[in-house]
């Protein structure tokens, strides 16, 4: 075979991969946590893409199948032997995150089969390829950040851990297809090559193994990215191996029973203004044929009856290129007829064929990742897209504030109030090599909402004096709102009634002092206690007093 060439999908995994690493490196933060949570989802969905193109190939293998069975018998049969064993492979790593789940959330290996654990954490999505399936909804796991429990069950006590499991499996998985591919180890074209020994270097720049390089220590969120990925590698191999069996085949061993007419669009939606796109084939036929076509536009079939009106656009080496101008919007249609003439005969034979696409105006979609306003002095993240059109192509600004791009997607900053309390994000973008004005969206504008001051998780009501010098601090707690964003208590007041005197004592900063600390030791049953004049700084940089906090010891 000739030298392995990456393709563009295995170029753009290759980028995604090195990024998830240099997040390895990094201390886990919330902003880290929602990358990986992006990268993962976008794994998932492109294991969809790759799995459809693999199941493409092997109809395909099975059609040639078909139609000549003795020349394709070995290689369909070896074709086969890979689906079975990448099938194997597949359910083990779909099995082993299920179990990081578990393991992460209850640590009890032996019985995480019967925690129904897909109910809680598996749910139907459907993916950018349009298939629905059960997928891992990795930002509701609430372990997600931890890792302590994951490497204990990756790594053992004594190299044991599921990780060297894991690597015998997937050197075997890749022997295997080498083997079908006649090739030696030394082979890289399929990817998978592990190797051996202290062959790595963590971030420390130490040598150390494959399993301890991609699981030692890794937080949950990693680890089941990092498994998404291999996946992304089995089924690229697969691709690889498949697809070296099905070109094995000669083409002369193909046996065509008839000339098939075949449309491959550009694009099936298409902006108004702009061109539909698409190229009339035939396909198995000589290439030296000039054939014309015939397109009827509006009809979903051929009738000879359209001929007389029809459209004639002449091609060349059995293809011709179909433009129609996109003037109307909504769904179009055409159909028609290749012409050819035959070799034996020299009569002109009629192949019918016929699409269809979309002409859509443009528009714009904006859409806020967490809620549907923006709050001063914190970052809110923002999803901005245009059917049809690349993210990179889409030049948006905002009226006020800041606008800019966050882990593949835009986030805004607005840092004081603005006029009206409302900001405007209009966008543009450049196609076929046209600057077109997407649209607009509007948004409210709204401050932080203040916090719930709590000590212990009481805002009132009776507490244990054990548990009240234990908790030893207010807390300002936001509730239900999305964000990750702390409030800091800069100082309150607190008060009691000892021997009839009313003793208050103001406090810096959120901690109960040592002062406040003997009063509450030596408080007595029934005394009540009192936390007031609380003061807390936002994120925004504005002074909030809270709620008072009135406890009676118990």
């Excluded at 995150?97 to 009890?108: D, P, Q």
């Amino acid at each position: 075979m000739a030298g392995y060439k990456e393709t563009p999908r295995q170029k753009m995994i290759a980028m995604m991969y090195l990024v998830l690493t240099a997040l390895l490196a990094l201390n886990v933060s919330k902003d880290i946590l929602n990358a990986f949570i992006v990268v993962n989802e976008s794994m998932e969905s492109t294991n969809e893409g790759i799995i459809s193109e693999v199941s493409q190939i092997y109809r395909e293998f099975e059609v040639q199948y078909d139609q000549n069975k003795e020349k394709t018998e070995e290689y369909y049969n070896q074709a086969l032997q890979v689906r079975e064993e990448t099938k194997k492979i597949v359910d083990y790593l779909d099995y082993l995150k299920y179990m990081l789940v578990g393991v992460s959330e209850y640590n009890i290996p032996s019985k995480i089969d019967s925690l129904e654990l897909m109910s809680l954490y598996y749910k139907d999505s459907t993916l950018s390829t349009g298939v629905t399936k059960k997928v891992l909804m990795l930002k509701d796991v609430p372990t997600k950040d931890k890792y302590d429990n994951t490497t204990s069950y990756l790594m053992g006590m004594n190299n044991d851990g599921e990780a060297y499991t894991l690597k015998n499996k997937l050197q075997s998985y890749r022997k295997f297809l080498l083997n079908i591919m006649d090739q030696d180890d030394s082979y890289q074209g399929i990817g998978l090559f592990i190797k051996e020994g202290n062959a790595y270097r963590n971030a420390d720049k130490q040598a150390v193994s494959w399993e301890m390089y991609n699981f030692y220590h890794t937080i949950l969120a990693a680890d089941v990215t990092i498994v998404n990925k291999l996946i992304n590698e089995v089924k690229n191999a697969e691709l690889d191996a498949v697809n070296y069996l099905y070109s094995s085949i000669s083409a002369t061993d193909f046996k065509f029973a008839s000339v098939n007419a075949k449309v491959i669009t550009h694009s099936t939606y298409v902006f108004k203004g702009q061109e539909y796109s698409a190229q009339i084939l035939v396909a198995a036929y000589d290439d030296k044929a000039k054939p014309d076509i015939y397109v009827k536009y509006g009809v979903d079939e051929w009738k000879d009856s359209y001929l007389s009106t029809a459209k004639k656009v002449s091609g060349d080496a059995g293809v011709v290129e179909l433009t129609i101008p996109a003037n109307a919007e909504g769904p179009q249609k055409y159909a028609g007829i290749i012409q050819l003439r035959n070799p034996e005969t020299g009569e002109l034979e009629d192949h019918p064929f016929n699409g269809e696409y979309i002409v859509a105006p443009p528009s714009l979609t904006v859409a806020p990742l967490k809620m549907n306003v923006f709050y001063i002095g914190v970052e809110n993240p923002v999803a901005i897209s245009a059917p049809g059109i690349s993210l990179s192509k889409i030049k948006p600004v905002i009226t006020a504030g800041n606008l800019y791009t966050k882990d593949d997607n835009w986030a805004v900053m607005i840092k004081d109030q603005v006029a009206g309390n409302k900001v405007t994000i209009n966008a543009t973008a450049e196609v076929d090599g046209t600057v077109m004005n997407l649209g607009s969206a509007e948004f409210r504008v709204k401050r932080v909402p203040s916090p719930v001051a709590e000590i212990a998780g009481k805002i009132g009501g009776n507490i244990d004096k054990n548990t009240l010098l234990a908790a030893g601090a207010i807390i300002p707690s936001m509730k239900d709102f999305d964000f990750d964003l702390y409030f800091e208590v800069t100082s309150f007041t607190f008060a009691t009634i000892v021997n009839g005197d009313w003793i208050p004592k103001n406090v810096r900063g959120n901690l109960f002092t040592t002062e406040i600390t003997n009063i509450i030791r030596n408080s007595k049953r029934k005394q009540k206690i009192f936390f007031e004049n609380i003061q807390a700084k936002g994120p925004d940089g504005t002074i909030r007093t809270l709620n008072s906090i009135n406890l009676e010891i118990q």
